[in-house]
């Protein structure tokens, strides 16, 4: 047997294993067609598969869908607060999930995390105060200093042993006398990749050294592949780096609700829980009741649906790292965390490798939203079918 049919044969296996013991069945398609689902319903889906924009096709957990469907039934839908309980569950959670203690009191309820990626450029920077944020990164980044008025500096991030990283001389050499916040995605959008305890540590001790602040987003965190990596939110690594960072998190993307959403900013520092209070309830809606009781529901009840989901993109990410392994002219890191494959289609000598799949039948999402335009950002938070019928157009178009 020669390594690539072994390594099928294997990868069969574990479809075959987990067929076997998964209680819930990611594979059952689902039709999202006129539901004014963004991701569906702005191509024509005779012509064009979308997997482009950052939501899964699949149903949310039975427990988030029973606990919306009773309320639903209640009828009336007036103005509600947050549940008294549902600061202290987001502290259990974090304590359980990432070992991170912190006071239910450090938390702000927001309706979303690009919300508060904006009230924090603009609350945490001055006019002439400058923002560093990775590249390539999430769109809302760029767009929440575009918006503030605020100037940028982009880090050039570098695949090093297949992870894109911050490269190592680079923070060092930053002038940074106009700078006051560094913004950080991690799990990283688009590259995926799971910071590291040193890595953190670097970046957390170059913004103690030239006094800046931090908004780490971790929207991403509950969704980590790589079987030896972890979530480390970077305000957990220190007294001190906690009291100068915000953290965006939200149950959103994990459990695929984000048409309802909420999000929270964990912020140990009063000055920056402030900061990102501004607006709420004024300028800045609440979350609806339906996002209070999806995210309860997930916090409380959501873990064994989470720990499958899990096993199914693992299962849905070799397939692509086997796939593209294949064809000469398409690179791609380790997929360490999410649902978004990030392709290097530099080797293909086309102006628009977007353009060109899209041609072909597959909408992806453009590289030059997130800054590098020879790449294209493949969403696989799919049914395998869907994904075995997007790889066959990559590869038909691409060898
Ligand atoms: C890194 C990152 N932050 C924020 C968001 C959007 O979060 P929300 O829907 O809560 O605004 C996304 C969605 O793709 C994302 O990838």
């Known amino acids: 047997m020669n390594d690539g049919i072994r390594e099928l044969f294997s990868l069969q296996q574990s479809i075959i294993n987990d067929f076997v013991t998964m209680t819930f069945n990611f594979d059952t398609p689902t039709n999202r067609l006129s539901t004014n689902s963004l991701r569906w ?110 100037q940028f500096e982009q880090i050039q991030l570098q695949l090093v042993n297949e992870r894109w990283v911050f490269p190592n001389n680079t923070l060092a050499s930053l002038d940074t006398h106009k700078t006051k916040l560094a913004l950080l995605c991690n799990p990283q959008n688009p590259g995926s990749t799971v910071f590291t305890e040193p890595e953190l540590r670097a970046l957390g001790n ?37 009291q100068r960072t915000v953290t965006l998190m939200s149950l959103n993307k994990t459990f ?80 360490e965390a999410s649902y978004l494959a990030w392709i290097d289609c530099s080797n293909l000598n086309h102006h628009n490798p977007y353009q060109l799949l899209l041609d072909a039948g597959l909408a992806t999402s453009p590289g030059s939203q997130f800054g590098q335009s020879n790449f294209i950002r493949l969403n ?3 049914q395998r079918a869907r994904l075995n019928q997007a790889l066959e157009i990559i590869q038909k178009t691409c060898k």
């Open 206 to 242: 170059f913004c103690i050294e030239h006094d800046l602040w931090i908004c780490s987003d971790e929207i991403h965190a509950g969704l980590v592949l790589d079987e030896n990596k972890k979530h480390i939110p970077i305000a957990s690594l220190s007294n001190e780096v906690s």
């Open 256 to 335: 695929n609700f984000p048409g309802v959403g909420l999000a929270w900013a964990v912020a140990e520092n009063p000055e920056l829980r402030a900061a990102m209070q501004f607006g709420l309830h004024e300028t800045i809606a609440p979350p609806s009741l339906f996002a209070y009781t999806a995210t309860l529901a997930a916090l409380k009840e959501g873990e064994p649906w989470r720990q499958e989901l899990i096993q199914y993109l693992r299962l849905n990410r070799d397939l692509i790292k086997n796939t593209i392994a294949g064809i000469d002219k398409l690179n791609i890191g380790k997929m």
């Open 41 to 150: 319903d702005n191509f024509d889906h005779q012509k064009v598969l979308p997997l482009w924009v950052a939501d899964m096709d699949f149903q949310s957990p039975p427990c988030v869908i029973e606990a919306l469907t009773k309320r639903v039934q209640d009828g009336v839908y007036g103005y509600t607060h947050a549940p008294i309980e549902l600061n202290q569950l987001i502290a259990d959670y974090l304590l359980e999930h990432y070992h991170w203690l912190i006071d239910p009191d450090w938390i702000v309820i927001l309706p979303s995390v690009v919300s508060g990626l904006h009230t924090a450029v603009q609350q945490l920077t001055k006019k002439d105060e400058k923002v560093l944020i990775p590249n390539p990164i999430y769109n809302h980044f760029k767009l929440a200093c575009i918006s503030a008025n605020r």
């Open 380 to 382: 696989f938070g799919t």
